[in-house]
């Protein structure tokens, strides 16, 4: 056993700051688990992580970045759907990115062995595995099991390599108490991490939740909007959930303020009309919260020809 340290020799000892790999969401020389419920975007978010890192660029455009290095352990997915996921996030070639696709690798002595010496060969920054469970093979609800699997993980992070791994997590109708309680398997998982981002999707929107922080207050759910078409895919960062319902709530206003000034009008014309007012919003937003306000009462909403939808003030609004 080493010898002990004293109360007053720990309180005189000057460490370094927090050093993070993204700003107060991953940091560096630690493990960070991002979990969320099947196709609620995990592996996009690893991809567009991994891209902003090797360039330094901010993650959502948000999130600063210390360029450097990735490696991605992908046992989900394959190189070809990983070619097309790159395609459409618009990734040159010449970025620092390693990727060891569905090579059968399991979290033992010699494998993490062999991926410590990959990583100091090629400078790795970030490591990234997609997914948890398909690293080993251990019991998930064992607290000793994944205490074992832990245990290798933290071999990188010992090493200054900053890790992200994927979870997923438990059917929908489990315990939900909270984000960090979603996650599947033994609470051992989020006991063993420095920091989790748990994942929300709605629709083509996806709300971020830090449930863990180990080094700084948890950060605000924020919210970013999936952006997409037959050949490109991005990330629309909404901002924190706060200022998003302000925001929110500053569309559906101005929204009513037209209605009330028409006997009715379709969502081009709202779109049309609220960007004349200045208030910015998008063909999404505007039928999300056109969904809620017709939900309310406060709007009625009536068929037009074709898939048209017509938008006129209801009872609600007119006794107000």
């Known amino acids: 056993m080493e010898p002990l340290v004293t109360l007053e020799q720990l309180m005189w000892r000057s460490f370094p700051e927090q050093v993070w790999l993204i700003d107060k969401l991953v940091p560096a020389g630690a493990i960070t688990i991002l979990s969320g419920a099947p196709a609620s975007y995990k592996t996009w978010v690893t991809l567009h992580t991994a891209l902003c890192v090797a360039k330094g660029e901010p993650l959502f455009g948000n999130y600063e970045t210390s360029q450097g290095n990735v490696l991605i352990i992908d046992e989900e997915n394959g190189e070809r759907l990983l070619q097309e996921r790159l395609f459409k996030l618009k990734a040159t070639a010449d970025l620092p990115i390693y990727f060891s696709s569905q090579p059968g690798f399991v979290l033992n002595d ?87 981002i748990g994942l929300r999707r709605r629709d083509k929107s996806l709300t971020l939740h830090q449930g863990k922080n180990r080094y700084a207050e948890e950060l605000e759910p924020f919210e970013v909007h999936v952006v997409t078409d037959d050949d490109s895919f991005k990330f629309d960062y909404q901002g924190a959930m706060k200022v998003q319902e302000n925001r929110n709530q500053v569309i559906k206003n101005a929204a009513l303020k037209l209605l009330s000034e028409h006997d009715k009008l379709f969502q081009k014309e709202l779109l049309i009309g609220l960007d004349k007012l200045g208030v910015k919003t998008n063909e999404h937003k505007l039928r999300e919260l056109l969904k809620e306000v017709v939900s309310d009462g406060i709007v009625l909403e009536t068929a037009g020809l074709g898939k048209t939808k017509y938008y006129s003030l209801g009872a609600e609004a007119n006794d107000e």
Do not use: W, Y
Not at 171 to 177: I, L, R, T, V, Y
């Open 110 to 196: 010699d494998n993490v062995d062999a991926a410590i010496l990959s990583c100091k060969t090629n400078d790795i920054k970030l490591l990234i595995i997609d997914s948890l469970v398909r690293v080993h093979g251990s019991d998930e609800n064992s607290a000793g099991d994944m205490s074992g699997v832990f245990k290798q993980l933290k071999r990188f992070a010992a090493k200054g390599i900053a890790v992200l791994v994927t979870h997923h997590n438990r059917k929908p109708g489990a315990n939900s108490n909270g984000i960090s309680n979603e996650m599947r398997g033994s609470s051992d998982i989020l006991a063993s991490v420095d920091c989790h």
